[in-house]
Structure formats: structure tokens, C-alpha cells
T-cell receptor, first 114, second 109 residues
Framework: NAGVTQTPKFQVLKTGQSMTLQCAQDMNHEYMSWYRQDPGMGLRLIHYSVGAGITDQGEVPNGYNVSRSTTEDFPLRLLSAAPSQTSVYFC?????????????FGQGTRLTVV | AQRVTQPEKLLSVFKGAPVELKCNYSYSGSPELFWYVQYSRQRLQLLLRHISRESIKGFTADLNKGETSFHLKKPFAQEEDSAMYYCALIWGSNYKLTFGKGTLLTVNP
């Protein structure tokens, strides 16, 4: 099993450009989520999904869109990139959305917006 | 309101010394708490969870509901323990996983 796979690992965007960060998991996990990691801020939840077709906002959803058409994939879309979105993005999945379950993380995508 | 507080951004100890990373939480329900660790250039991974009451790599954490704390402890720190440590809480009707801001632990030789 590959676990949680994120692509790309690195990306540089110009202000105003759009892009999609890909996340895929092969563990048949119900729950998937996106976080951004910034120095001194820890990990902040952007969006999450409790199953295919169901998504909801986290703490910092502005400027990002998500969809969950399959169990395996949970892409994060930046609609119009801004320098404030420069960050490291992590995708995570959990086997079930309820209960005390371990989160498995991707290796991260380092995004720079210039 | 911040649900998970880690008061120390940085913690530096010498090899062989005891280490305690503090975590306090705010949640009126029954808390489900975790410690995650991120070693340099690696992805985040689960270190331990309160419900298991296990010891991983010599680390333990006890849930104290009275003090709303879940501090991580190790009696003798090793250099390989140097990493970023995050305390995390599952909360709410959709079981969101929320992290503290993290503590960077450095164990000096």
C-alpha cells in the first residue's frame, strides 16, 4: 500500500494563478482532510470530507475549494493564489470519521506564491 | 477559541534528561487526544493516543481531566527524539482533528 500520496511535492505559483493539489489514498478510508502548516501556527484544518460526496469547511477555508467524487481522491483547489497561501499543505486520511482513529498523512506539498 | 494549547514553541534538553511537553485542551465532551510527531523531512505520524495507555519509544502521556491536560513525558531523552511534536484533539459532531501549534524538541548531546 502506498498510503496517502500527494502531488506535487513543490510548486511555485504567481499571484492570481489557480492550481489543484492532488491527494490520493489506497486504504479505503472514509475520512480525508487538508491542513496547512505555517511556522508558529501549527496545522490548521482547511477542508474535510467524511465520505464520497460530502465535504465541509474547517478553520481556514477561504480561497480553497474541495470535492470528493471518489473514496480515494480529495483534491484541493486554489482558485486565485495569493502570497498568504504560501505554506506547506498536508493531506490526511482516517479509516472512519467517527471515533478514536489514527490519521495518516501525506508527505506534504510546499507551495510558494510570488 | 483554541482547543489545544501547547505553551512551549521550543524545548531544549540534554541527552539523558527527563522531558515533558505540555498540552492543555478545551472541550466539554469526552476528549480523544493524541500526540503526533514529525521528524526532520518526514511526514507526521502518530506517536500515541490516550485511549491506548501505551508507551511508545519510551514516551507516555496521561489524560488529566481535572486539569484538562495531556502532557507527554519521557524519563531519559535521546538525540533521536529531536522533532516537532503536536498534541491533537478529535472533537465535534464531525469528529474534526485539531492540532496545537506544536513544540520543537531539541535533545543536545
Amino acid at each position: 500500500n502506498a498510503g496517502v500520496t500527494q502531488t506535487p511535492k513543490f510548486q511555485v505559483l504567481k499571484t492570481g494563478q489557480s492550481m489543484t493539489l492532488q491527494c490520493a489514498q489506497d486504504m479505503n478510508h472514509e475520512y480525508m482532510s487538508w491542513y496547512r502548516q505555517d511556522p508558529g501556527m501549527g496545522l490548521r484544518l482547511i477542508h474535510y470530507s467524511v465520505g464520497a460526496g460530502i465535504t465541509d469547511q474547517g478553520e481556514v477555508p477561504n480561497g480553497y475549494n474541495v470535492s470528493r467524487s471518489t473514496t480515494e481522491d480529495f483534491p484541493l483547489r486554489l482558485l486565485s493564489a495569493a502570497p498568504s497561501q504560501t505554506s506547506v499543505y498536508f493531506c490526511a486520511s482516517r479509516i472512519k470519521w467517527t471515533g478514536n482513529t489514527e490519521a495518516f498523512f501525506g508527505q506534504g506539498t510546499r507551495l510558494t506564491v510570488v | 477559541a483554541q482547543r489545544v494549547t501547547q505553551p512551549e514553541k521550543l524545548l531544549s534538553v540534554f541527552k539523558g534528561a527527563p522531558v515533558e511537553l505540555k498540552c492543555n485542551y478545551s472541550y466539554s465532551g469526552s476528549p480523544e487526544l493524541f500526540w503526533y510527531v514529525q521528524y526532520s523531512r518526514q511526514r507526521l505520524q502518530l506517536l500515541l493516543r490516550h485511549i491506548s495507555r501505551e508507551s511508545i519509544k519510551g514516551f507516555t502521556a496521561d489524560l488529566n481531566k481535572g486539569e484538562t491536560s495531556f502532557h507527554l513525558k519521557k524519563p531519559f531523552a535521546q538525540e533521536e527524539d529531536s522533532a516537532m511534536y503536536y498534541c491533537a484533539l478529535i472533537w465535534g459532531s464531525n469528529y474534526k482533528l485539531t492540532f496545537g501549534k506544536g513544540t520543537l524538541l531539541t535533545v543536545n548531546p
